[in-house]
């Protein structure tokens, strides 16, 4: 029952550690080292594929094989007064119970029986702490130095493993910390011959534990912080003994604390013993996920209808060089509910937070069997799901405030319905809360590339990835969903691309008229006079384009509205015709419409056949 008490030790350590990281990533402080797990470029921490080998040291510990104790989307790192209160606590608590946990293996590699833990753990507090605090004091300097001049870091972790047999000293030998240090050094350079076989086991261990590491979530946190626990423990049980036997250290030598009575750890006690560690267990795969933070959802929720709109390799994308983003557009029963304070007025809170309920679409594999194969397409399917959320509030160049979850966090919770792949999502609110955005998109891609928000902090202009656009799926929530909203935020879109001249400009043009975008249109066709093409069209200022075009679109219902604005975003949005008038071999005359519910804007244009070049243009005419 020995072993079974140390490996409850190492996870009770764990979950603890577990449960302050989910709380830091909600409440918005950092744990030093925890919050520093491997995360994605999004910041998402997920379960990282590949082996790892590595050597225990102390107790078995889930950073050592670079597993994150939280699936949730790790924040920007937040150093404050509560991350140092936090940091300290668990400082002193992996202390104390690292004292348990080496008291124990002692007892145990001495053959004294089952040792009083809690009085282990009391009596090498003040020295466990102390190499605590050493250690990680060395290990700041050494990532300081490493990333100043990489071979004073490469000197410090040399130093820093010679003293690594500083707590096995001080245990072992029940030596103060300044005496252990002391020994350390010598300890470790007489006895390195020794160490290096199981060193190299140690290695070869790990590495076959570290590979349950991308077992889908949950079993990528659980099954490797159990199997670690056990194999790492009977690592750290056969390097005391290596060293009991090599410093001749025997039970009549040392004034160890007295066993218990065996008599009272029997029956009931052991079988508590043995049902924690499911229990610990369960509880680390309850926290990691993120599950427990729903203690915080209460209160009444409010229901806002959206939409939804996508990037895309769309023909005016490819044409403008990748410089104009258009998107589709989807209006389903898109839903969340969401409970938001009162931030129409001056005075804003720094943070917005809580769970809220989504509905959207999420990709999912379907299968259909045809004969003696399987075909599997991939197929949107409406789902709910439940949102974490820490959103930090930005400001704009322009001064305007909205609140944003790149620098805070945002996670989907686990559900009844596993996505195709891990999705991740980043949520923005506008500064005066009627507007809500929240995309989602696969965590192997980067997000800061494409959230963009609008100078007046209302609309998340999302751009165009370059590697895959259509998996960035952007919902839109308001409670006042109104064309001069979607108008406002297509004209703030288009303020970001650019509308230099290039072959096939004609196709930008056709999609600023259909995004209702009056600025656009009118730098467009002066773009194109400056650059020598003979444009005819509507002598009309900014205002009357917009007024135009907005007026083209007033009896249309919102899903024509919405699949009229999709045509600017699509492959195939606008047919292009040759006429047949045209008499010259080596220019092509064409003709184009933009449609509308009101009929349709013609476009002719003529273009060199030998370079593309836009030579001509009619609007209108």
């Known amino acids: 029952m020995a072993y079974f008490r140390l490996i409850v030790l190492v996870l009770f350590v764990e979950v603890t550690i577990t449960v302050a990281v989910s709380f830091g990533i909600y409440f918005g402080f950092s744990i030093y080292p925890y919050t520093l797990t491997t995360l994605t470029p999004s910041g998402a921490a997920v379960q990282s594929a590949g082996f790892n080998a590595t050597i225990p040291l102390y107790m078995p510990s889930l950073v050592d094989l670079k597993v994150p104790y939280s699936l949730l989307r790790g924040a920007t790192p937040a150093w404050g007064v509560a991350a140092f209160l936090v940091s300290a606590g668990l400082m002193g608590i992996q202390s104390f119970i690292r004292g348990m946990y080496l008291g124990g293996l002692k007892g145990w590699v001495l053959n004294q029986g089952k040792v009083p833990l809690f009085a282990s753990g009391r009596k090498y507090f003040g020295d466990m702490i102390a190499w605590t605090i050493f250690q990680f004091v060395t290990g700041a300097a050494m990532i300081f130095f490493a990333a100043a001049f990489f071979p004073i870091g490469i000197i410090l972790i040399i130093v820093l493993m010679c003293y690594s047999l500083t707590p096995y000293l001080i245990v072992l030998e029940n030596i103060s910390f300044s005496t252990a240090l002391a020994k350390a050094t010598g300890t470790f350079r007489r006895n390195f011959g020794a160490m290096l076989p199981l060193a190299l086991l140690a290695m070869i261990c790990t590495l076959l534990v570290s590979l349950f590491r991308s077992l889908t979530p949950p079993w990528g946190y659980a099954v490797p912080l159990l199997a670690y626990a056990c194999v790492g423990t009977m690592l750290i049980d056969k390097l005391m003994q290596i060293l009991a036997e090599k410093l001749r250290i025997t039970p009549e030598q040392q004034s160890t604390i007295q066993p218990t009575d065996e008599i009272r750890t029997r029956g009931l006690v052991n079988v508590v013993v043995v049902l924690l560690i499911p229990v610990l267990l369960f509880t680390g795969i309850f926290t990691a996920s993120g599950k427990h933070l729903r203690m915080f959802d209460f209160g009444s929720k409010k229901q806002i209808e959206g ?93 305007h405030v909205y609140y944003s979850s790149l620098r805070g966090s945002s996670s989907i919770l686990p559900g009844d319905v596993e996505p195709r792949e891990p999705l991740s999502v980043q949520i923005m609110v506008s500064g005066d809360g009627s507007q809500i955005f929240v995309i989602q998109y696969p965590t192997r891609f980067d997000i800061s590339p494409v959230f963009r928000v609008s100078d007046d902090g209302k609309y998340v202009i999302t751009g165009t990835s370059p590697v895959n656009p259509m998996d960035f799926h952007t919902y839109w929530f308001t409670a006042d969903q109104r064309t001069d909203h979607m108008f406002n935020l297509l004209a703030a879109k288009n303020q970001l691309n650019d509308t230099a001249m290039f072959n096939r400009a004609y196709l930008a043009l056709a999609a600023a008229m259909q995004e209702g975008d009056g600025r656009t249109v009118v730098n467009l066709l002066e773009t194109m006079r400056k650059s020598g093409v003979d444009v005819k069209a509507p002598e009309w200022d900014i205002q ?34 040759e006429t047949s008038d045209n008499k010259e071999e080596e220019v092509g005359a064409y003709h184009l419409e933009v449609p509308f519910p009101d009929g349709v804007v013609p476009i002719t244009f003529k273009e060199s056949k030998v370079d593309g070049k836009l030579l001509s243009i009619h609007v209108m005419e």
């Open 307 to 399: 939409i939804s709109y996508l990037t895309s390799f769309s023909d005016v994308y490819y044409a403008s060089k990748t410089r104009y983003t258009a998107y589709l557009w989807q209006s389903a029963e898109y839903k969340i509910a969401i409970k938001l304070p009162d931030i129409t007025g001056d005075r804003k809170p720094d943070e917005l937070r809580g769970i809220a309920e989504i509905t959207w679409q999420m990709d999912e594999n379907i299968r259909t069997a045809q004969g003696n194969s399987t075909q599997i397409d991939v197929k949107p399917i409406m789902h709910k799901s439940q949102l974490m959320y820490r959103l930090v509030k930005e400001t704009t160049m322009d001064g």
């Open 544 to 577: 009357t384009w917009t007024d135009n075009l907005h007026h083209r679109y007033q009896d249309a219902s919102l899903p024509n509205f919405l699949e009229l604005l999709s045509k600017a975003g699509m492959q195939g949005g606008y047919e292009v015709t």
